[in-house]
Every structure is written in structure tokens, then in C-alpha cells.
């Protein structure tokens, strides 16, 4: 669809005239872009294919958390250096929050994983 020659204000003069509805929509026509550079865009902003600290933390979580409760409690997210463990069932979150330091410990030896200070175990 080509764009209209005039602006939107001279466009819905010119309908007035001609006794036509004025255009009193807030969108504007953009010109088109190739598909190319927007999925170059999307994978720049979302970091695609780049490691990322969650992915140390999973290849490494049977050495964070121990091979016993490793297949029981899962990291769920993480936001603002607070991990966010969802776990099986209340006796091993009170274990796993009587090992935190030494978690955090281990979550922080890990490439790029410094900033993460916190852990938070919820039910799942």
C-alpha cells in the first residue's frame, strides 16, 4: 500500500470536503523492512546463541545442590541475583536452606554466576 501524498491533517481536509469520514486513527504507515535485519535485531536483543549464566548453572547442578537432591528441585528463575529453586517437598527445602551458603558459594564459583547472592526455595 503506498503512502498518501499528503499528511493526515490535509487527508481528512480533503475528506471533509468531499464528505467523507475524517481519519481519526493514531497508527501511521512505516516503510517496510527486510526480514533479514529484524531477525538480526531479535537475535541481538534477546542474546541468542551467546551463553548465558543460566546455562552454567544447569550444566553444573548435580555439583551445586548434590547428586542425591539434584533430580528433586529445579531453578526456576532468576531476577535480580535471586535464584529461585522450586523443590519436591519440605524435607529436602530444609536441607537444601541449611546448605544455602555453600550453595551460593558454588552458584558464584561458576563463570558469570558473581552477582547471584541469593537464594529463594518454593514449593513445586
Not at 534477546?46 to 548453572?57: K, L, P, Q, R, V
Not at 548434590?66 to 535480580?80: E, V
Amino acid at each position: 500500500m503506498p503512502h498518501p501524498p499528503f499528511s493526515r491533517n490535509i487527508e481528512n481536509l480533503i475528506a471533509q470536503f468531499r464528505g467523507l469520514p475524517r481519519n481519526l486513527s493514531r497508527s501511521t504507515l512505516r516503510d517496510s523492512k527486510a526480514i533479514d535485519a529484524l531477525v538480526d535485531a531479535c537475535v541481538k536483543s534477546y542474546n541468542i546463541g551467546e551463553e548465558h549464566h543460566t546455562d552454567h548453572i544447569m550444566a553444573n547442578w548435580k555439583d551445586i545442590i548434590g547428586a542425591k537432591n539434584a533430580h528433586r528441585c529445579c531453578p526456576k528463575t532468576l531476577s535480580r541475583g535471586n535464584l529461585v529453586i522450586t523443590v519436591a517437598n519440605p524435607v529436602i527445602r530444609s536441607e537444601l536452606q541449611f546448605n544455602r551458603h555453600q550453595i551460593i558459594q558454588r552458584i558464584q564459583a561458576l563463570p558469570g554466576c558473581q552477582n547471584i547472592s541469593g537464594i529463594t526455595f518454593i514449593a513445586g
